[in-house]
Nanobody
Framework: QLQAFGGGLVQAGGSLRLSCAAS????????MGWFRQALGKEREFVGC????????YYADSVKGRFTVSRDKANNTVYLQMNSLQPEDTAVYYC??????????????????WGQGTQVTVSS
């Protein structure tokens, strides 16, 4: 139902835009989140766009560099990533859910997940 794409190999300082397309149902009433998981590490929150207000929230590590946006008409969410660094290398996942505000950065609050797309940043 969720499919993330747009990953790839980019040099440090470069940009990528990930897309997350929803099919089969609308996710307009859901908070849409982006998470990432680097090899050997736990899945971590990247950012999300809140279901009702479209307010965005970000992990401190990406704040000012990454931007989450959504196109409700096309049932698509985006993650614009600028000034990429090698430490951003990971598999990126999009997710949909209705977490409570205080748990918006917890992957357990998201119930639908895409398959992930690899982002590799070379130094």
């Amino acid at each position: 139902q969720l499919q993330a794409f747009g990953g790839g190999l980019v040099q440090a300082g470069g940009s990528l835009r990930l897309s997350c397309a929803a099919s089969g149902r609308t996710f307009g009433g859901y908070t849409m989140g982006w998470f990432r998981q680097a090899l050997g590490k736990e899945r971590e929150f990247v950012g999300c766009i809140w279901r009702s207000s479209s307010t965005t929230y970000y992990a401190d590590s990406v704040k000012g560099r990454f931007t989450v946006s959504r196109d409700k008409a096309n049932n698509t969410v985006y993650l614009q990533m600028n000034s990429l660094q090698p430490e951003d290398t990971a598999v990126y996942y999009c997710a949909a859910g209705r977490p409570i505000t205080s748990s918006r950065n917890n992957y357990r609050g998201y119930t639908s997940w895409g398959q992930g797309t690899q982002v590799t940043v070379s130094s």
